[in-house]
Nanobody, 114 residues
Framework: VQLQASGGGLVQPGGSLRLSCAAS????????MEWFRQTPGNQRELVAS???????YYAEPAKGRFTISRDNVRRTAYLEMNGLKAEDTALYYC?????????WGRGTQVTVSS
């Protein structure tokens, strides 16, 4: 299983970014996809998830600002982030649990700063 996250960058407060997570090695449409983030010295925290049936979950900091989606044809999960704040600065990871293990992509850095 390989996950390739992209789309991070430097953005001003209030700005937007869209992260992508391209998956290979799995029957993508069958699995829940998750986005986590991590700041130095802290554990990774779940940001949002989307199940195979399209149902979504958002952690409190993401509610109302972030939207998770998926494209089963492109085997890609997305995280649309709007109204970004300095506290959203983190390394963002995508994850899928398959074949009895957790599979993580390499993180993509999001920095929110003026």
């Amino acid at each position: 299983v390989q996950l390739q996250a992209s789309g991070g960058g430097l953005v001003q407060p209030g700005g937007s970014l869209r992260l992508s997570c391209a998956a290979s090695g799995i029957n993508f449409r069958l699995y829940r996809m998750e986005w986590f983030r991590q700041t130095p010295g802290n554990q990774r925290e779940l940001v949002a998830s989307i199940s195979s049936d399209g149902s979504t979950y958002y952690a409190e900091p993401a509610k109302g600002r972030f939207t998770i989606s998926r494209d089963n044809v492109r085997r890609t999960a997305y995280l649309e982030m709007n109204g970004l704040k300095a506290e959203d600065t983190a390394l963002y990871y995508c994850k899928v649990d398959s074949h009895g293990r957790s599979n993580w992509g390499r993180g993509t850095q999001v920095t929110v700063s003026s």
